[in-house]
Every structure is written in C-alpha cells, then in structure tokens.
C-alpha cells in the first residue's frame, strides 16, 4: 500500500492579523480579510474537518474556514500557543518578549505561564498523531499559532531539512510563519511526518 495515498494531509494555518492588545484578543481587519482569502482556498479543497486553537483570533480565523466549507469546528488546546500575553497577570508587553526569546532560545525553558518550547511542539505533534489514525488519507484544517508550527517543525525535522525550506532556520523561526500563512505536514499517525509546504501566502497574493 502506498504511504502517502494512505497519509492524513494537514493544512497548519496560523491565525490572521490579531489586534495589537494584551489578553484573548480577535482578528483586526486585515486579519479578517486575509481569514477569508485563506477561507475561499481552502473552501475549494476536500476537508474532512476543522479543528482550532481556542484563542479567539484562531477560532475567528477558523470560523470563516468553516463557512467556506460547511464544516463545524472542533476545539484543541493543544493547538494553542505556547504562552500568551496576559496569561501571566501583570506582565507587561516587554517582559512577555523577553520571557519567549528565552523559550525559543532555550527549548526546555519553562517559563512561569505555559509551556517550554519542546513541550508546546510535543502537543501539536500528538495531535497530528492521534488524528492522523482517525482521518487516514483525509485532509483536515488546523488552526494555530506561528509559533507552535515552529515549535512543531523544530522537534521533528533536523536543522538541514529546514534549512532547505529557509536559511538560517533556527534563528530566524521567529519570523518565518506570517499570518494565515498554510504549512502541509502529511502523517500516517505513530509520529511519521513528511513537510510538504511550509508557510505559503500564495493564496494570500490572489
């Protein structure tokens, strides 16, 4: 049996464009916008389901997704970031900065509010896992954050394979992931994963 025929196809998309403020914020107006060029694209491919991170700009994002393709969405924690700004009461803008530069920097670092890097990753790849052996050969939407798709890739894939998607990946992983932004993993479940695509915005540029 061919593997890839049998393989469950994921289309990680990161949220659009949030509002710039601290907590559980929605999408600006852009993100709008780029939620629904990213809704039409994925709208004309055969999805079996959608599953979204419960931040509020993720689930917006999702939401026009599950128009597009008259699908319900279905929540994960695991899909969410690894620490948010105003998780940590108090903590000012500067300090949540400098608490995931030492997260990305550091990968077992767990800081004070969420999860260390590795551990973030670690949940994204479960999920893909668990839900590649529910869906074989199906294709499934799943609404993130640009750091956990890093976070994901980082624990997976050696630095030479994603080196080859973009130089310097490791120090530049910050920046890689614009939003709503598709990287395609295919899975066949028990950890096996193939990087098909890796943050495209072609369907952004229509």
């Given at each position: 049996?061919?593997?890839?025929?049998?393989?469950?196809?994921?289309?990680?998309?990161?949220?659009?464009?949030?509002?710039?403020?601290?907590?559980?914020?929605?999408?600006?107006?852009?993100?709008?916008?780029?939620?629904?060029?990213?809704?039409?694209?994925?709208?004309?491919?055969?999805?079996?389901?959608i599953?979204?991170?419960?931040?509020?700009?993720?689930?917006?994002?999702?939401?026009y997704?599950?128009?597009?393709?008259?699908?319900?969405?279905?929540?994960?924690?695991?899909?969410?970031?690894?620490?948010?700004?105003?998780?940590?009461?108090?903590?000012?803008?500067?300090?949540f900065?400098?608490?995931?530069?030492?997260?990305?920097?550091?990968?077992?670092?767990?800081?004070?509010?969420?999860?260390s890097?590795?551990?973030?990753?670690?949940?994204?790849?479960?999920?893909?896992?668990?839900?590649?052996?529910?869906?074989?050969?199906?294709?499934?939407?799943?609404?993130?954050?640009g750091?956990?798709?890093?976070?994901?890739?980082?624990?997976?894939?050696p630095?030479?394979?994603?080196n080859?998607?973009?130089?310097?990946?490791?120090?530049?992983?910050?920046?890689?992931?614009?939003?709503?932004?598709?990287?395609?993993?295919?899975?066949?479940?028990?950890?096996?994963?193939?990087?098909?695509?890796?943050?495209?915005?072609?369907?952004?540029?229509?």
């Open positions: 049996m061919n593997p890839i025929a049998t393989s469950t196809t994921f289309y990680l998309v990161r949220h659009g464009t949030k509002v710039r403020a601290i907590g559980d914020v929605p999408l600006s107006p852009e993100g709008v916008l780029e939620a629904r060029q990213t809704a039409r694209h994925l709208g004309r491919l055969p999805l079996a389901a599953v979204s991170s419960p931040l509020r700009r993720a689930a917006d994002t999702a939401g997704i599950a128009e597009a393709s008259g699908l319900p969405v279905h929540t994960d924690v695991r899909l969410r970031e690894r620490a948010n700004w105003g998780d940590l009461p108090g903590q000012t803008f500067e300090a900065v400098r608490m995931w530069e030492r997260c990305t920097n550091d990968r077992d670092y767990v800081p004070p509010v969420g999860d890097a590795r551990q973030a990753g670690d949940r994204l790849s479960s999920l893909l896992s668990e839900q590649a052996l529910q869906h074989p050969g199906q294709h499934l939407a799943l609404v993130t954050h750091g956990l798709i890093t976070d994901f890739l980082l624990n997976t894939f630095e030479s394979e994603l080859r998607w973009h130089p310097s990946f490791v120090s530049r992983q910050s920046e890689l992931v614009p939003e709503c932004s598709i990287t395609t993993v295919l899975s066949s479940g028990h950890g096996r994963f193939v990087l098909t695509g890796f943050a495209s915005i072609q369907h952004l540029q229509k």
